[in-house]
């Protein structure tokens, strides 16, 4: 009798947390959901517009006179919102291009023109004196001259096709199209590979009229458009190269730059198709795989060129002061856990859509919080709103305040809530799976501004629309919930997760919005106006999303973190590298089999240069016990803490001890040496891929030892994550007791 | 004891079988290989490379001087090697143009070019009084004026994509680019749609500079080439569209052409890209959907047009002679047991490769068996070489032919060896799978020219290197045995096997080939020798593959048919189609869930037209278990047949009766009734699809019905298939009880 009432208990309990918000006790839900509501009907799209129009209206990249500018007007904004803000300045390394030479010899000669024209549909365009040109940021000095060869993406299977087709770099500049990794991969395999120099060109089948209209008649690169870009070796580690690991403040030390592990040694330029098309005419060799052909009239070949190419690059390398906004409102009842909530405001140029759309989102947001606290609300926890400087060349703004506060932070920290550019479409989050509950409860709740559905429902849409199978289609349609991604790189949250373990995320809106302005001069207030997100109500979408989600974090009684979630997505990925492990153990093995039996060079045109492969060691089977063993633990470990929780979302006791233990329990996911090679890099189960810059790699030690075949240490990395994620669950546990506590 | 004994001997049979040749006894497979080793050694690659630029040296569609001239110069070949031989004409209607106009009005006029240039590099390309112009064979007349819509490959599945978009071609002429079908399904399913004008044109993509450098620098088409072609609706019946299912004989009764059910509507031309840049880039409307791109530089919309585009046809609706050259050796045993082996002669212009390269190796082939004839060798069969006229406009020589002999054939043609375009490259078979084993034993016997492996390894190592998984990979290597393909259409086989139950096969080389010059002017002895087989060599290897195949179903002591490899091959196909039934229900249950949650219309751009599809049908559960049953069945039968015949492969009597039973049993897998709509395609188990006119469509009846939700008609079609294939299954039985007999 006893035992049916209990589950009875149990099963109310579940029903009024289903039917409330995580983290909220009944009565205090309530309160939040007024108090969102009120808070959405401050949110203007006038705003928005206005202030993407004021951000943008001039260049502002870190160290210009409008990036300052814009710094202090936002700090006065959050001043005159009531916050407490002030300028946090940190001085970073900031090369910009002084001498920016690209031309072919031979007989064909060709100069290029490296700049984007003005155009009279695009209100800003003509700034020329304060726009940035087109370069590759951190881009050493240089003055080559060589052959080219077109090596695709540049990543390192382009460079495993290219030794089949008995064609070295070495000595020569590669060209590599953009796309199929993070632009900076593709300089540092290329110099890897031997070569003396590198140009990226925007093809346009990945960025050009093959995509859609043109700039100005669509929103498209038009030929003369050209990607400017970061090619620090950020998967080394972020920031000021020069003061790795802590604030670049004006007194602290810096190393020379000659030690600086993540800065290139070959010069690099981007340029656009129009600059790109004559160098790719002039390749000779092999005509390029038909993956790597792109858009342009023209037959793609391998090279290498005759003509000899040289490109020559000279840079300042000053030091710029990046300026933070930093704006906070004390907790009532905790005010040393902190909720923390940014964007960065330099742009490469004018930055209308990256990123200011995201940061007049926030500024919006913390608007709304303000007009909030007018009517008497107050949050409970720290809110710390950001705008960060300098993080286009490499996070700087925010990893030298991340590395100068380590201390506080590791121990307040409560969360940190990333946006950037922001556009019409869909919602998109990425971030630490303790958060996905949370998080897929907002998306629910905020209306997709075209639809009249939730921002749920039209994601989940989507995703069934554009799932390839009846059978996947089948299960996201059956989804109940959100699911988030995981975080790689490309934005400030990186120094947050995954230096310092602060769970975190990344969220924004777009599927709608495509276009080729990304870090051109024509990330305009036009293009934004005409193409993005033409009525802001997008950007309004993610006031109310971030907004709630910094409301939530900064008012539940206990907080909003749910391990369930985080278990099975760890879960699956240690499937993925089981799994990974099978696939390369049965694809090396038949891969064996066709180079002893010369199957590759019986395939091939006997007419033309081939290369057959080695033979590669076999897969070892590696141990994978201890790990599945901590996954089955950690199971157990959420299962119960999230019964725990549904029956007594608030204990009478300990709720800060609590609190705090749930917060930090994603610092337990980092080891102190960090990912070989990457010591910055702390957390295990989120890092940007090595060779994939960007992109995330999950259970990023395993994954990759075993992607390179490093058996040796891809055993030592099992060992390492069963440790993080022991000592994960120990916390949890400790979590559970205090919640069994009545 | 006895049955130990009786097993060694099926042991020892097997093994002696498995080490000699399908069909022949140890003795007469001794005779065999020596004489088709001596058969090799006639062969001359300056034979092939003299019939090759002698026979394209002008101009020879069928009607044409010099294609009359070549019918006789092969005829004196033939007889000049001793076979008896004459030229067969049948009295062809056969269209060619008068009046040709597509002009796109507007404010940007543009008038096609539709001619391809001279070049100096190209020494035939200048008999521009001969050649017959850029067309498409069997457009009606025709004037038509209209907004233009681009409908991509113009296949079904475009036109419900077009429907999403809200896009009608009722009243419009389409532009479809050539590829995803053969070319006779364009203007067929755009008139079914409404349209009444079809333009179609020859992307860069699939066929221009994005494959490689273009001719005369490469092999590929340059922007003024295109694709002549016939677009008579051949899935209905190939031949003479006035004389169906009977030979178009001088004095044969013509129907009406109007009543002609396979002659199209509305007008169509091919083009070239130079001719429909313009076109494309007048079009409006929404960005075509990313795969219908191609690689013109620009952006693909769908449309419409504003600018109206003119297309003004009128051809000479004349009768030309058709001259099929007949070669008879007559058989020494089984003078009525017919081994045909064909190639068409007549080309659209020149035609070097297409279809000369594949005459040429025939040519050698029957030269050499009368080099062989010379030393005493003779076949037991009646072997009948043919080179047919007209298989360009729609397999007009061989269907004539195949249908003014029906009576004849169905009692005598063991079966049928066709060959057409022949390039340098790997084998590749299509047939009949009672052929299937035979062909792999020929395929281990004859060396690849370039590699020194047999052109089976050669094949299998670039299956394999292709295959896109390890696991498909792995399974290809472990093959021991060629399979090969079925039978659509597109050459002369489609008469004698759709439509008469001959066995048949299509062999060829090719793959390393590629090129532009298909059906142009370019298509040219300068163009074969240098990019096709510039050593002719892939010429005698196509002599030695089909003159083993000759030599072998000439020779055999009983005809090499096997049908363990048939049984397994439908079986495959049964699993197919029950398969597709299961993808189709999963499908359709959830597409109607997508419909219904309106999950199509939220993933939708608002602000972009778009018409969510209706609910479908339910897919109902149809009985395949008398189908199931039927090829459960052929398997014991097909097995015990193995069995035997590995003991006995010939038995003392019944000899003849045995083989006439073998190879008529291809005629049990005949319907009388012929598929739905196209009573003159008999074949239950192989036709060409009524939507992918050359791309064969297996067990067509039921694959078909069930593609178009036709329930009732799959399950009638099942039935039908049951029934042909328990005739089969008799047929094999009674070959069985004859073996048996000792």
Excluded at 83 to 112: H, M, N
Excluded at 202 to 219: E, I, L, N, R
Excluded at 396 to 406: A, C, F, L, N, R
Excluded at 632 to 659: G, H, I, R
Aim: aromatic share 10%.
């Amino acid at each position: 009798m006893k035992h049916i009432l209990l589950s009875a208990l149990f099963f109310l309990a579940h029903l009024s947390y289903s039917q409330s918000i995580l983290g909220f006790q009944p009565q205090s839900a309530q309160e939040q959901k007024l108090a969102e509501q009120k808070f959405d009907s401050y949110l203007t799209t006038r705003n928005i517009d206005d202030w993407i129009k004021h951000l943008s209206a001039r260049p502002h990249h870190v160290g210009s006179p409008y990036g300052k500018a814009n710094a202090e007007f936002m700090r006065d904004l959050f001043k005159s919102w009531g916050y407490d803000a002030e300028i946090e300045t940190y001085y970073v390394l900031f090369p910009t291009p002084k001498i920016r030479l690209l031309e072919l010899q031979g007989s064909s000669p060709y100069k290029a023109r490296l700049e984007e024209p003005v155009l009279k549909e695009d209100g800003t365009s003509n700034q020329k004196s304060e726009q940035l040109p087109v370069y590759n940021c951190w881009s050493p000095d240089g003055d080559v001259t060589g052959e080219l060869v077109f090596v695709n993406y540049g990543v390192p299977d382009d460079y495993l096709q290219l030794e089949r087709m008995g064609i070295d770099v070495k000595g020569k500049i590669v060209i590599a199209k953009y796309g199929g990794s993070w632009r900076g991969i593709k300089p540092k395999v290329a110099q890897e590979h031997g070569a003396i120099g590198c140009i990226i060109y925007s093809d346009p089948q990945g960025d050009g009229y093959f995509q859609g209209d043109v700039y100005p008649k669509g929103a498209f690169k038009n030929q003369y458009g050209a990607q400017r870009g970061s090619v620090l070796d950020m998967p080394i580690y972020p920031g000021d190269p020069l003061t790795p690991n802590y604030g670049s403040t004006k007194e602290a030390k810096r190393i020379d730059r000659k030690d600086a592990t993540n800065l290139l040694k070959i010069p690099v330029i981007p340029i656009s198709y129009s600059d790109a098309q004559p160098l790719l005419q002039a390749l000779g060799g092999p005509v390029a795989p038909e993956k790597w052909r792109g858009a342009l009239p023209i037959t793609y070949h391998v090279g290498p060129s005759t003509a000899k190419v040289r490109l020559k690059l000279e840079f300042n390398w000053d030091t710029k002061p990046a300026h933070n906004v930093i704006a906070k409102v004390r907790g009532t009842q905790f005010q040393d856990e902190w909720i923390i909530r940014g964007n960065h405001h330099d742009a490469w140029v004018n930055g209308a859509n990256d990123p200011v759309s995201g940061m007049a989102a926030l500024l919006e947001e913390a608007r709304g919080l303000s007009e909030l606290m007018k009517t008497g609300w107050r949050p409970k926890r720290t809110i710390i709103y950001c705008a960060w400087d300098a993080e286009e060349p490499s996070l700087m703004g925010s990893t030298e305040w991340v590395e100068d506060h380590w201390d506080e932070l590791a121990d307040k920290a409560v969360a940190y809530i990333n946006s950037d550019s922001n556009g019409r479409g869909f919602l998109d989050v990425d971030g630490s799976h303790t958060l996905e509950t949370m998080m897929a409860e907002i998306a629910k709740e905020v209306m997709d501004p075209q639809t009249g559905v939730n921002v749920f429902e039209r994601r989940k849409s989507a995703d069934a629309a554009g799932a390839a199978s009846a059978k996947s289609k089948k299960e996201i349609l059956a989804k109940k919930n959100m699911s988030i991604g995981a975080l790689g790189s490309g934005s400030d949250y990186s120094p947050f997760i995954q230096h310092l373990g602060i769970a975190s995320l990344n969220i924004g809106f777009g599927g709608e919005d495509a276009g080729g302005e990304y870090h051109s001069i024509y990330d305009s207030y036009d293009h934004y106006k005409r193409f993005k997100d033409p009525k802001f109500e997008y950007g309004v979408a993610l006031a109310k999303t971030a907004g709630r989600t910094t409301m939530r974090l900064a008012n539940a009684d206990v907080l909003p973190f749910d391990f369930k979630a985080f278990q099975k997505t760890v879960g699956t990925y240690l499937n993925e590298v089981t799994a990974l492990l099978e696939t390369m153990r049965e694809s090396t093995e038949v891969e064996n089999q066709m180079i002893s039996e010369k199957r590759y060079v019986l395939a091939k045109d006997p007419t033309e240069k081939y290369v057959p492969p080695a033979a590669k060691e076999a897969v070892p089977f590696l141990n994978f016990s201890s790990l599945q063993n901590a996954v089955a633990n950690l199971e157990k470990t959420a299962a119960t803490f999230a019964d725990l929780y549904a029956a007594n979302p608030k204990p009478n006791t300990n709720v800060a001890n609590l609190n705090k233990l749930l917060y930090q329990s994603e610092r337990k996911l980092l080891t102190e040496a960090g990912l070989p090679r990457r010591s910055w890099y702390k957390h295990t189960i989120y890092a940007p891929g090595f060779y994939t810059g960007y992109g995330v790699k999950t259970l990023p030690g395993i994954r990759e030892a075993i992607e390179q075949r490093n058996w040796k240490e891809a055993q030592e990395q099992i060992d390492i994550v069963t440790n993080t994620l022991t000592k994960f669950s120990i916390q949890v546990d400790m979590v559970n007791k205090i919640l069994m506590m009545r």
